[in-house]
């Protein structure tokens, strides 16, 4: 029996180098899965793509492990809230949620683009705003559990020159973690944040 056998989980960016390892781990533990992402590329600009989501979710069930894919842009409203709804229709009960999801759009400070610096913040921190939303209300509702894990970067704790929109972003990652902690431990929701050092994955290619 794995460490999360009987846990529900999402994924967000849960087709990335990151989030498909998540996924993949969760699953072998024994947790059902909802791997979510746009399935884009790493810069988010190719639009929704199912097959990268699907082919996560394919590797977990034939494995044995039980998992749903999910394609869609977290940083929508409507959409973090189909997740958790999603979660609950097919397993009941929604235990734990990844926020792994993100884009890069490098730049200097004084080259960037309005659209830059919006949509690097949009993806990472409304994505995890609006997903930690909908969950909270559940969780506030059973007042029982819940975990919230957000993988911020050293980007966001010590600043990268090529990278002011990834770094603000990561670093309100922070901001809204202590708050949730905060605001949410009286309903024993926990949440915590993990900032990975270099890391090789599509992602972290585009650096080169």
Known sequence: MGYLEGKTAIVTGGAGGIGSQICKVYAEQGAKVLVADTGSDVEGRAGLDSSRVSQVVD????????????????????????????????????????????????????????????????????????????????????????????????????????????AAAHAGKLGLMRSNARALAKYGVTCNAIAPGFIETEMTAKLD
């Open 59 to 166: 590797e977990i069930t034939a494995n044995g492990g039980t998992a749903l894919a999910s394609v869609g842009d977290i940083a929508e409203m409507d959409y973090a809230e189909s997740l958790v709804k999603k979660t609950l229709e097919e397993w009941g009960h929604l235990d734990i949620v990844v926020c792994a999801h993100g884009i890069l759009r490098e730049r200097m400070i004084f080259n960037m683009t309005e659209e830059e610096w919006d949509e690097v913040v949009r993806i990472h921190l409304k994505g995890c705003f609006t997903i930690t939303k909908f969950a909270s209300i559940y969780w506030r509702q059973i007042r029982n559990s819940g975990r919230l894990i957000y993988f911020t970067s050293d980007a966001g704790l010590r600043g990268s020159p090529g990278q002011p929109n990834y």
